[in-house]
């Protein structure tokens, strides 16, 4: 055989390659970009301390972070948890890393979370309010494909 025939099939062989993994790369991509990123809007208001609120709950696909923006604070601190559930108002669990996630000012920001590595596929957003009356207002997803924001926990 040629050389000219050895460096087609080589080249044929490294172009083989190259498609197959382009594929891998571009099937595997889209399962994290398919979770429940969509912002819902949030504003919890509370009238003493330890009072508790939740959002409704969402439904949540992948086991990444969840995303959370803060707006407005006007008191010195949130804590924030993500309970799981496996169904939609069923038993709530938080499922936070560490348990909480303490905020005290406005932001981007990312809660850790084990709902889905649980088996749940249902979160929420729940605050409580550790220094007394206050609000909290901004936005929150489920599924993040932003995890470079500011992790408060």
Request: glycine share 10%.
């Amino acid at each position: 055989m040629s050389n000219a025939a050895h460096f087609h099939r080589a080249a044929r062989a490294l172009l083989g390659l190259q498609i197959a993994l382009a594929s891998v790369l571009f099937t595997a991509s889209p399962a994290f970009a398919a979770g429940n990123t969509a912002n819902t809007s949030y504003c919890f208001y509370f009238s003493g301390t330890w009072a508790t609120q939740g959002t409704q709950w969402r439904r949540k696909y992948t086991d990444s972070v969840c995303f959370l923006r803060i707006d407005s604070i006007n008191m010195d601190g949130v804590n924030f948890y993500i309970d799981g559930s496996t169904s939609n108002g069923g038993r709530a669990t938080n499922r936070a890393r560490g348990g909480i996630a303490t905020a005290y000012s406005t932001g981007y920001f990312v809660i850790h979370n084990y709902v889905h590595e649980n088996g749940e596929s249902w979160a929420r957003l729940t605050a409580m309010s550790p220094h007394g009356s206050g609000s909290v207002c901004g936005a929150w997803s489920p599924d993040s494909n932003e995890p470079w924001h500011t992790s408060l926990n």
